[in-house]
Structure formats: C-alpha cells, structure tokens
C-alpha cells in the first residue's frame, strides 16, 4: 500500500500570508496575480502527480479481503496500486474545476438507435461497430464540431461529458472523457447530474486480476480503502457474452435483483442479486442463480479466477450489497482497468 504526503502548497499560502496590507479588502487566492514591478505575473502552481495520491486502507468490508499481493495458481496477482493512482488522479483533474456533468445514456437503445458513422464495420455477427470498435448497439453518437450531420465515433453509454456550450435546441456541446475530446451530442442521449455533484467514492476494476477495489474520497487527494475483493469480469465469447469494457463510467441504476434471459431468448433463466449498472448491460451484482425464484447464493469458487460473464461484474452476494448501500447512484465513478 502506498502512502505519500498529501499535496499541500503551503509554500505559496506562507508567502502571501506575509504580504502588507493594502486599502483593498479583497482576498488574495492561490489563482490571483501578483503585480512586481509594474508588471503582472501569474503566480505558477505545482501540478498534482499520481505519486502524490494518498491511499489509506480502511475497510468497511472485511471479507474475502485481498492482499497486497497474493498467489493464484502459481501466480502472484498484485493489486496495482500504481494504475489506481493514475486514474485517480485522473478523477481529480475531472474536479478540479466546477463543472455542469452529464452522462450519456441509451441502455437498449432507450433513446434511439445511433445513427451509423463515417466508418464502421460489421462482424459476422452482424454486430455494427464504429473505427474504434465501440458497437453501436445502446451507444451514443457523437458528432465533430465541424460536421453534425454524420456521427464521427459512439460514446459508451455511463460515459461522462462535461458541458461547455449548446447548439440550439438539438445539441449539447460538451468534453466527452472517452474518446476524450470536444463532442457534440444529442440531447436525448444525455442526462443531466446535479449541480453540486462531487465523485466521492470510486470502484475499481481490475480486468487482469480479476478483483475490485472500493475507495472512498476524503479530501482532494486523499482517498480510503473499503473492501478489496475477488470479481470475474466480462468474458470474450460472441455474440452475447463480451468483456467488460475498459474505462471510467458512471454508476446510474440499482436493482435489488437483475433477472437474465438465456442467451438468444426471452426466457428468463435467473437473477442477479443487488446490481448497480455503469455500462449498457453491464452490472456489478452478486452471484448469479439459475432460477428466478431461487435465494441469493453467498459466494462462488470461481469468483476472482477468469473472466466468465456476460460483460458484468460478479462479487461474492455480500459485497454486491455493500455497493448497492454505500456508493450513492449518479454520483460513483465506475474505472476498470486492465
């Protein structure tokens, strides 16, 4: 576990602390000017590094508590705390400054199926993806600037965009974190997040080692452990199970139980208890069980081994509670990472 000083400028705050006063009442903050001389300098401000995130472990959740590092199979599986880091810092640089956050939205399609992009294929599946490999199907498209008639690339559904501006009454204007640049996008694909949103707790995926990892933000910087658990992620075996895709997404829906059909069916074959949705079909539930009136299962042995699901997230039934309780909807960020 790393734990590194918490940035603090303190050298900038002692410097203007000591300045004389002045017949002006207005405060002087770290993002003022400095007029010297009769020239105005823009006080320079040390940039935050992932080295300088704090990781404190303080679990909430205690079982099937992960190590450090731990062995599977004659493998040692680490929890990267280094990638952990990068993505928070990340979700600070999103903070940093007040933002009016959106999400992108089409789960099945709710909103209306994305129109095709300048380029795209289709699998033999007969599956249409844009020329990033984003499916089309419950994406969301998302036009250049210089072009609203043609979707340039789709926007995963839970995908945050942050507004910048609009184009009448068709188009929100706004940074897309991924692909990451300047979109325009219909306004139905996109809901609004309150105005005071502030992403305080975190849930980390880990697609390689097959565990999550739950965090909890104290102040800027500083983030807590609260479980770290052995998962099994998304799979890749078209057309109906697929991995589940990389990336930082937004927490938006819970049920108490998901019920699935059976691939290529309307049959529903079981449930999934206490689900949280962050992508498409994509959910962070508890054990499957293959009966819709059948109880919850606790645990299952292959759960932190290989990939298996159908682009979800399973976690011992306990955990996937502990998520469902304790990471608010519309305000929990959802990273996974490879």
């Not at 490999?133 to 839970?158: C, I, K, N």
Request: with cysteine.
């Amino acid at each position: 576990m790393k734990n590194i000083m918490t940035f603090l400028p303190l050298a900038l705050t002692l410097l203007l602390a000591c300045q004389p006063s002045t017949e002006s009442s207005a405060e002087v903050t770290p993002t003022d000017t400095i007029a010297i001389a009769d020239t105005v300098v823009a006080e320079p401000q040390p940039e935050l590094t992932a080295d300088q995130i704090v990781i404190d472990r303080e679990l909430t959740f205690d079982k099937y508590t992960l190590e450090d590092s731990y062995e599977y199979k004659e493998k040692t599986r680490t929890i990267q705390w280094d990638k952990i880091q990068a993505q928070l810092l990340r979700i600070e640089q999103l903070q940093a400054e007040p933002q009016q956050w959106g999400v992108l939205q089409n789960y099945k399609n709710a909103n209306g199926e994305a129109p095709l992009t300048k380029a795209w294929s289709r699998d033999s599946y007969k599956l249409v993806s844009d020329s990033l490999g984003v499916e089309r199907y419950q994406s969301v498209p998302l036009y250049a600037p210089s072009d609203t008639l043609t979707p340039e690339l789709y926007g995963r559904d839970g995908t945050l965009i942050a507004m910048t501006d609009t184009l009448g009454s068709k188009f929100w204007q706004g940074r897309v974190e991924s692909p990451e640049a300047e979109w325009y996008v219909p306004r139905r694909y996109v809901q609004l997040l309150k105005p005071d949103v502030t992403f305080s707790h975190v849930v980390v995926v880990d697609r390689k080692n097959q565990h999550i990892v739950v965090l909890e933000r104290q102040s800027p910087a500083h983030y807590l452990v609260r479980s770290i658990n052995p998962a099994t992620t998304g799979r890749h075996k078209p057309p109906h199970a697929k991995e589940t895709p990389l990336g930082i997404f937004l927490l938006q829906q819970k049920k108490p139980k998901m019920f699935y059909t059976s691939d290529g069916s309307s049959r529903i074959a079981g449930f999934a208890p206490w689900a949280s949705r962050f992508t498409c079909g994509a959910y962070i539930h508890g054990v499957p069980v293959n009966n819709p009136k059948g109880k919850i299962v606790e645990y299952s042995p292959s759960l932190g081994t290989t990939p298996r699901s159908h682009m979800c997230v399973r976690n011992a039934s306990s955990h996937a509670k502990f998520v469902y309780d304790n990471c608010p909807t519309l305000a929990t960020l959802i990273v996974v990472i490879e």
